[in-house]
């Protein structure tokens, strides 16, 4: 499978959403302090949602 910019730059969207939705959710649980996100749960679920969502990205800039 030859590698277009346009797949390279849905992967990389994708990868971003995935890193800022673990991010939101290790706030969500209180590892990473420093935020008003700190110890909310809410934020865990709003990670999660984003995180699914980097994975079906992944999935779709890759079938």
Do not use: P
């Not at 730059?9 to 673990?22: E, M, R, S, T």
């Not at 969500?28 to 995180?51: D, E, H, K, N, P």
């Amino acid at each position: 499978m030859r590698l277009t910019k346009n797949v390279l730059a849905k992967n990389l969207l994708a990868l971003i959403v995935l890193a800022v939705g673990a991010l939101w959710s290790l706030q969500g649980i209180g590892v990473v302090g420093g935020s008003f996100m700190t110890g909310q749960s809410q934020w865990l679920y709003i990670g999660l949602a984003a995180m699914l969502a980097g994975l079906i990205g992944l999935w779709w800039a890759n079938r």
